[in-house]
């Protein structure tokens, strides 16, 4: 019972610690990306901003940032930048796509810039201190909150792995329908150019007068 009972804090906590930040180190010439497969209907946040110990703040390298949805539209895209945020739902399942490069007239100069990025889906890009606020929430009540939210993304991801699995078995089932009939056309087309093959040599025998 008590493993049981440690369940959901721990999907919780899983859940909570994909908003952990990544950083990137940026070539002198091209660009960086992360990603990350996300179903229907997701809030998703994110922050960046260079990362650097210089003081002053002008003399470093802007980046600009481009993040594009499955199908390659563009939802965010910003030039000249050292930090910024994005936030938008998703309105179709797959691939997300984030990317970073130097801006043109740093590019090409030897010079590498490290970005840091901190991309929030789901429960971990909600603000739980404005629900707490609105709703007037606190202690075990906001964590029943968070709790709750934690079991429909777990059953969301759990229909969305379904839906997946049965999209590709159909697929499976549909190319191994296709390579089947494949099979059996090539055997037909096999059979009648070596029937014709045979006709035609017994002919071409018939006419010598060799059989």
């Known amino acids: 019972m008590r493993a049981g009972a440690n369940v959901l804090p721990v999907l919780l906590l899983i859940l909570l610690r994909r908003s952990d930040a990544v950083w990137l180190t940026l070539p002198a010439s091209g660009n960086k990306c992360v990603s990350e497969e996300i179903h229907n209907n997701i809030v998703v946040l994110g922050d960046y901003a260079v990362i650097s110990d210089a003081e002053d703040l ?33 309105s179709e399942a797959g691939n997300y796509l984030a990317c970073f490069w130097l801006d043109s007239h740093y590019a ?7 970005v840091s990025i901190d991309w929030k889906t789901g429960i971990a890009a909600k603000d739980w201190e ?24 777990i ?6 792995l ?14 191994n329908a296709q390579v089947a009939w494949f099979s059996i056309m090539s055997l037909g087309i096999c059979i009648l150019v070596s029937t014709a093959q045979l006709l035609h040599l017994k002919r071409y025998f018939q006419m010598k007068k060799l059989i």
């Open 58 to 90: 002008n003399s470093l390298p802007t980046i600009s940032t481009k993040v594009t949805s499955p199908f390659g539209n563009t939802l965010y895209h910003k030039e000249n930048v050292l930090y910024g945020q994005f936030s938008f739902t998703t």
């Open 108 to 114: 090409g100069h030897g010079e590498h810039l490290t």
């Open 130 to 153: 404005s629900v707490a606020r609105k709703e007037k929430l606190e202690g075990v009540e906001l964590e029943l909150a968070k709790l709750e939210e934690a079991v429909e993304a």
């Open 155 to 160: 059953l969301d991801n759990l229909l969305y």
């Open 162 to 175: 379904k839906d997946r699995e049965a999209e590709m078995r159909t697929m499976n089932e549909e190319t």
